[in-house]
C-alpha cells in the first residue's frame, strides 16, 4: 500500500509561482514513477509531469518552460514548481504513483490540492 499526501496549493495572481509537494509513504521505491494531473471544472483529469526512475522527466507542451517536476528520494517527496502561472492552470491537482511490481501496475492517488489562478 502506498499513501500520498498533497501540500502547497492555494491562490495566486497570474504571473506567480507555487511550489506542490507530494509526501509518500508506504511501499514506495525510488525505481518509482510517479506524476501530477490535473482536473479542471468540467474538464477531464489530465497528466502535467512524470518522473521516472533515474530522474528523467516529462511534462506536457501547456505547461513546458513553466513547471518543473523533481523528486526527493530521501524524503521521498516529489514537487511540481509552477512559475508564471496562467488562470487556465486553475485546477485541483492530484498525486500519481505507478507502483510496478512484477507485472501487476497498481495506480495510487492523493486526495488532491486546489490551485486558483487570479487574472
Known amino acids: 500500500q502506498v499513501q500520498l499526501v498533497e501540500s502547497g496549493g492555494g491562490l495566486v495572481q497570474a504571473g506567480g509561482s507555487l511550489r506542490l509537494s507530494c509526501a509518500a509513504s508506504g511501499t514506495i521505491f525510488s525505481s518509482d514513477a510517479m506524476a501530477w494531473y490535473r482536473q479542471a471544472p468540467g474538464k477531464q483529469r489530465e497528466l502535467v509531469a512524470t518522473?521516472?526512475?533515474?530522474?528523467?522527466?516529462n511534462v506536457v507542451d501547456s505547461v513546458k518552460g513553466r513547471f518543473t517536476i523533481s523528486r526527493d528520494n530521501a524524503k521521498n517527496t516529489v514537487y511540481l514548481q509552477m512559475n508564471s502561472l496562467k488562470p487556465e492552470d486553475t485546477a485541483v491537482y492530484y498525486c500519481?504513483?505507478?507502483?510496478?511490481?512484477?507485472?501487476?501496475?497498481?495506480?495510487?492517488w492523493g486526495q488532491g490540492t486546489q490551485v486558483t489562478v487570479s487574472s
Open positions: 500519481n504513483a505507478k507502483i510496478l511490481r512484477g507485472l501487476d501496475l497498481t495506480n495510487y
Open positions: 518522473i521516472r526512475s533515474g530522474g528523467s522527466t
